[in-house]
């Protein structure tokens, strides 16, 4: 089943074509319906990407903090900056367009996998109808961008199903896509080391030279683009990092805890601690209180943006070193909020209260159908790993429980950073979950047939 089919798409079109019809008018038709009835809502992410999308366009980086990577505001500059601002719709059709494609790509991994056209036909219109993915389309964030890479890379790293033997040029356009990926959203790049275990256990069946060659070839890429970036920030801002947002990070963990800071953190942990009770009052826990404390705090310590996060780092660190185990609580509850699967809208600013109750409950139907799919994922994934270590995983088995480790890690590698909106950093991922569950259901359906 995993790859005997192989070619002969031209032959069976009749087979494919309906299904593919089926998902691009699903797709196409709920975004024309979005486009048409709904007003998207600014969100405060979105100012720090058209900042620095405004400073690509003007060519002065006078107030370059460092705190967004270049990616996703180079494709801002140049889908809709102009002297007057940002034309918002030009972004919100690329990314509508990104939706269409990525239903079309996960249709066609599914029908090339499996040559079954209902279970290609369900691939497809889960991925087209997503109503988060869709909304998230209207805004000026990542996420969209972000889970087109994502499908694009695990197609090319051969983990989706059967491609050509990997050459020197794959090594360099699988280096090229993670170094993209780090620059669109930093936290992938925790990708790079373990994709580079996967692709030199790919190759073991290559003289070393070889191995050593293409490995080499896959790192050029990425370190250019990390490494150049970096730079390019340690110059403006005196933090050599693709981000400067560590510390605000960190700070989600460990400001649960703050008031444990030695005596000369004393009037960071004051001033957050004020800001912290004035968070929990009015949203029942502490997240992002840093932002509200933010102006106070440089105005206290005379701190800039990069040497504020700097000295949240360091904070951060010495009550993580003292307190292992609250920050491990506080890692653990941020995983959990990993797999909750957000939606980013304001059904009041749909046109026709009719239609917003519509896709209320249709959301309340699909969130709960992705957050059951996600928890199976966790034991499903548990099983091809068990198999894999046994060495029993068939080639679609081990490539699921490489799906499945690099899911976990992007899980685990945000958790580990962050307490904040990590519902939302899950959203890339979300088509692979789906993937990796409904293929091993229906692989176990296709056991028990024969």
Known sequence: ???????????????????????????????????????????????????????????????????????????????????????????????????VLMALLWYGLAWRQTRNRWFALGIGLVSALILSMAYFETLIMTEVVSAFL???????????????????????????????MALTRPIMLYLAP??????????????????????????????????????????????FSITTLAGFNLINHTGKFIEQAPPEYAEIAQIYLRHRAERVAQAGNQSMTIWRAYDD?????????????????????????????????????????YWKVPIYWFPERISYPVLADVQIILWQIERYGLIAINMIFWIMGGYWMWLLWRG??????????WLYLLVMAGAFAQALMDYGENPRYGVPFQMVIVWCVALGVYQAWQRWRT
């Open 150 to 180: 994502v499908v694009v890379f695990f197609w090319m790293a051969g983990l989706l199903g059967k491609r050509a033997p990997m050459t020197w040029i794959d090594a360099l356009l699988l280096g090229f896509l993670v170094g993209l």
């Open 194 to 239: 373990l994709l580079l275990v996967y692709l030199y256990l790919r190759w073991r069946d290559r003289p070393l030279r070889m191995r050593l060659w293409r490995i080499g070839l896959y790192l050029l890429p990425v370190l250019v683009m990390v490494l150049g970036w970096s730079w390019f920030n340690w110059r403006m801002t005196g933090y």
């Open 297 to 337: 705090l440089v105005g206290a310590t005379g701190l800039s943006y990069v040497g504020l996060s700097q000295r949240l780092s360091e904070l951060s660190g010495v009550l993580i070193r003292q307190h292992p185990w609250r920050y491990t609580l506080s890692v653990s509850q941020a995983w959990l909020g």
């Open 1 to 99: 089943m995993d790859d005997r089919y192989a070619g002969n798409d031209g032959k069976a079109a009749h087979q494919w074509l309906p299904g593919l019809i089926v998902v691009v008018l699903a797709a196409v038709l709920l975004r024309i319906v979005i486009w048409q009835t709904y007003q998207p809502a600014p969100v405060s992410d979105s100012q720090g990407y058209l900042q620095v999308a405004n400073m690509f366009y003007t060519e002065s980086f006078a107030k370059h903090y460092g705190a967004r990577a270049p990616a996703y505001p180079l494709l801002l500059r140049h889908l809709g900056m102009t002297k007057y601002g940002m034309m918002e719709a030009p972004v919100r059709l690329f990314q509508a367009g990104l939706g």
């Open 392 to 401: 029993q995983a068939a080639l679609s088995e081990r490539r699921l429980a």
